[in-house]
Antibody, heavy 119, light 107 residues
Framework: QVQLVQSGSDVKEPGTSVKLSCTAA????????IHWVRQAPGRGLEWLGR????????HYAQTFQGRVVMTRDTSTSTVYMDLGSLTSEDTALYYC????????????WGQGALVTVFS | EIVLTQSPGTLSLSPGERATLSCRAS???????LGWYQQKPGQAPRLLMY???SRATGIPDRFSGSGSGTDFTLTISRLEPEDFAVYYC????????FGQGTKLEIK
């Protein structure tokens, strides 16, 4: 069974950055995009961007351009998302999710990682 | 950016009834790129439908999707107790966006 295992929860101060990880297992890492989607408490889903683990190319949502960076480590099948200039509005559950390139939907999701921005 | 508006916000029905959930887009969506997800409390979303009407792996056939252009529908023909959850539509049109969700609750 495909697995996306995310790093644990984190608490950050405003103005700092957070780096989350998502480790893939039981499929060919380079064959699927990894996306990041967040969900603020009691709210809907918001897409942050995606990375192609094969070549490393990225596509970020305009809302997050300039403060999000996604990278990958092919040796460990892990994708990282770095989100900077945090505010309380960034408090949310962050999910990674998999897409077969061109399908434009997310067939497997990680378990989520809660980021709390608190001063 | 394409905005997706789901209705109703909350739908109260009983097991065995039929549920009809709507998703309206601010501009035309390519059918290949319209999906639906189910989310239960404390869980990640789960893919139900993609390409408007294709069921994801393991999704029972009481779930069906239809629509085109700007109007899409998810239908659950006969509600089971495990179907009560929040449902989101999602599209891709250069970027990914989700509807705000419909909560399907037990009446």
């Amino acid at each position: 069974q495909v697995q996306l295992v995310q790093s644990g929860s984190d608490v950050k101060e405003p103005g700092t950055s957070v780096k989350l990880s998502c480790t893939a297992a039981r499929y060919t890492f380079s064959n699927y995009y990894i996306h990041w989607v967040r969900q603020a408490p009691g709210r809907g889903l918001e897409w942050l961007g995606r990375i192609d683990p094969g070549g490393g190319s990225t596509h970020y949502a305009q809302t997050f351009q300039g403060r999000v960076v996604m990278t990958r480590d092919t040796s460990t099948s892990t994708v990282y998302m770095d989100l900077g200039s945090l505010t309380s509005e960034d408090t949310a559950l962050y999910y990674c999710a998999r897409e077969r390139p061109g399908n434009c939907h997310f067939d497997y999701w990680g378990q989520g990682a809660l980021v709390t921005v608190f001063s | 950016e394409i905005v997706l508006t789901q209705s109703p916000g909350t739908l109260s029905l009983s097991p065995g009834e039929r549920a009809t959930l709507s998703c309206r887009a601010s501009q035309s969506v390519r059918s290949s790129y319209l999906g639906w997800y189910q989310q239960k409390p404390g869980q990640a979303p789960r893919l139900l439908m993609y390409g408007v009407s294709s069921r994801a792996t393991g999704i029972p056939d009481r779930f069906s999707g239809s629509g085109s252009g700007t109007d899409f529908t998810l239908t659950i023909s006969r509600l089971e107790p495990e179907d009560f959850a929040v449902y989101y539509c999602q599209q891709y049109g250069g970027s990914f966006t989700f509807g705000q969700g419909t909560k399907l609750e037990i009446k």
